[in-house]
């Protein structure tokens, strides 16, 4: 039996190869992977004993040879086949053992340039890896160095791998090469690429086996970014405490983190079922919490606490008080720690406030595919607003329309926030229509609406949503316009003296 064997990544290498050797094969190596082996002391058979030709190129060309492939592909059933290699002096090769050049671990080095990136895309590996497992009824292929011991243990006890195992083998090869391809595809089309991609290539590392998906009926798999921009991400965060974070954690953290970007002074998101149910600022930390759990002091319990300062002992304290899934932050003090860690359940996680964000595509699944978008991260200020009244907005009501705007924007269509500078007041989410946003956020609201202002992620269709906040007392309201009725929307505003911004920006969140 013939092996041959040649990796970038040598992690349980030598082992590995000598249980082969133990089990009767002779091993055929290249370059870097046979002077390990050799150093080893693990008889090897040079690549060039095989192909009678030697490496050149620098080694880009050393294994693209007949009888390589030949070896390789050749159908041990096949009468003809196995005369060929006969007549011309090839080998079989039962066993391939290849993982690739680390395109990868390249292009994630700042370090590194195109031609670096270039010459990292291994040509000769994927054909290996390609051509054994295409014959994998004969042949096994071998491309994680996870699958050592139990190639081995197959070996071991019976002589030979299963066909079974070859087929799962033959599997994750493809996958891996697939993978592989994609993220070349992936980094050379943002590079160099001047026309748009008519095929989308995707690939993720396996990150987690969660319980279950959104019910208890569904399973769930958690994948990372193979090649992730930035540290600002869940899947980048660091996990203090607290058990494995579910389907369901995940998305609405996520979310929490979408919204807590938005905000630049000490603030708390608490987030609850992909809506912000409760958004606070203040000069303090703990002040900003005091402001969010007034905004819902009701639907925070269980929620999802995202703070964009360090935790102190202070908050950490209140929060302890209630009930809370996830608490997520920059860092915890010591002291905060150990209060927060009182709670066995509570998942604390800490994140990379201060990694660069660049925008990534959002990829939504569709039945039969996929949707892909920009990120909604368009950068938004005041100035850039027309004002459609004749009242205008004080300097303070502006600030509190900024909140108000930067927090309707995480909020499920048809969306409603109204708020004061400090926080939000009330919030309507994921109504059929915008009306009825605007009464759950004013029943929120309660008395703190007199004076408060208000935010629509989109426009309004009718004067219906101006008149209400009218009656309840809402002095300001900002919302995208665009709508072929907007002048009765500013007659109503202008008839009951509120003051109205159109950003000419909507905001769906569907």
């Known amino acids: 039996m013939r092996a041959l064997v040649s990796v970038s990544d040598k992690t349980g290498l030598v082992p590995f190869v000598q249980g082969l050797v133990a089990a009767g094969f002779e091993i055929v190596s290249t370059g870097g992977t046979k002077r390990v082996l050799d150093e080893a002391g693990v008889p090897t058979i040079g690549i060039e004993e095989v192909t009678g030709f030697p490496e050149i190129l620098d080694g880009r060309v050393k294994t693209l040879h007949p009888k390589v492939h030949a070896g390789l592909l050749a159908r041990r059933n096949r009468e003809d086949d196995m005369a060929t290699l006969a007549e011309k002096h090839i ?42 497992a295409k014959n994998y009824q004969d042949v096994t292929v071998v491309v ?15 002589g030979h791998t299963s066909l079974a195992l070859r087929a799962d083998l033959m599997a994750k090869a493809f996958r891996h090469t697939a993978a592989y391809d994609a993220v070349i595809a992936n980094y050379l089309t943002k ?10 290539t995707l690939t993720f590392d396996k990150e987690a086996t969660l319980r279950y998906g959104e019910n208890s009926h569904q399973k769930a798999t958690l994948y990372r970014d193979a090649v992730p921009t930035t540290n600002f991400s869940l899947l980048q965060a660091k996990q203090l405490h607290g058990k494995q974070l579910s389907y369901n954690n995940i998305k609405d953290a996520d979310a929490a983190m979408r919204t807590i970007r938005e905000f630049s002074e000490p603030t708390v998101v608490a987030m609850k079922h992909m809506n912000p149910c409760g958004i606070g600022t203040g000069e303090t930390l703990e002040t900003a919490w005091d402001r969010a759990y007034k905004a819902d002091s009701v639907s925070i319990f269980g929620g999802v606490i995202a703070l964009n300062r360090p935790v102190d002992l202070a908050t950490a304290e209140k929060m302890h008080q209630i009930f809370l899934e996830i608490i997520i932050a920059p860092s915890f003090d010591d002291d905060a720690l150990a209060v927060l860690e009182k709670k066995k ?26 949707l892909v978008q920009d990120e909604d991260v368009l950068p938004e200020k005041t100035i850039d607003w027309t004002v459609a009244t004749e009242v205008q907005p004080t300097k303070e009501q502006l600030a509190a329309m900024m909140f108000a705007w930067r927090a309707v924007k995480h909020v499920k269509s048809n969306a409603i926030v109204v708020a004061n500078g400090e926080r939000t007041l009330g919030v309507g989410a994921g109504q059929p229509n915008r009306i009825d946003s605007l009464k759950i956020a004013v029943k929120h609201a309660g008395e703190d609406v007199k004076g408060a202002v208000m935010a629509s992620d989109a426009f309004f269709p009718f004067d219906d949503c101006v008149k209400f906040a009218a009656e309840h007392g809402i002095k300001a309201i900002v919302q995208p316009g665009g709508s072929i009725r907007d002048q009765e929307s500013i007659d109503a505003a202008n008839a009951a003296g509120i003051a109205m911004a159109f950003t000419g920006v909507r905001h769906f969140r569907h």
């Open 345 to 370: 359940n509570v998942r604390l996680l800490q994140v990379d406030f201060d990694a660069p964000e660049e925008p990534e595509p959002e990829l939504v699944s569709v039945m039969g595919g996929l």
């Open 144 to 158: 994680d160095n996870a699958d050592y011991d139990r190639v081995l243990a197959a070996i071991k006890e019976d």
């Open 91 to 132: 080998t079989p090769i039962d066993l391939v053992c290849v993982n690739l050049y680390p395109f990868k671990e390249t292009i994630e080095d700042q370090t590194k340039d195109l031609a670096d990136a270039i010459e990292n895309i291994d040509i000769g590996g994927p054909s290996m890896i390609r051509a054994a």
């Open 191 to 200: 590079r160099l690429a001047t026309t748009e991609a008519q095929s989308l």
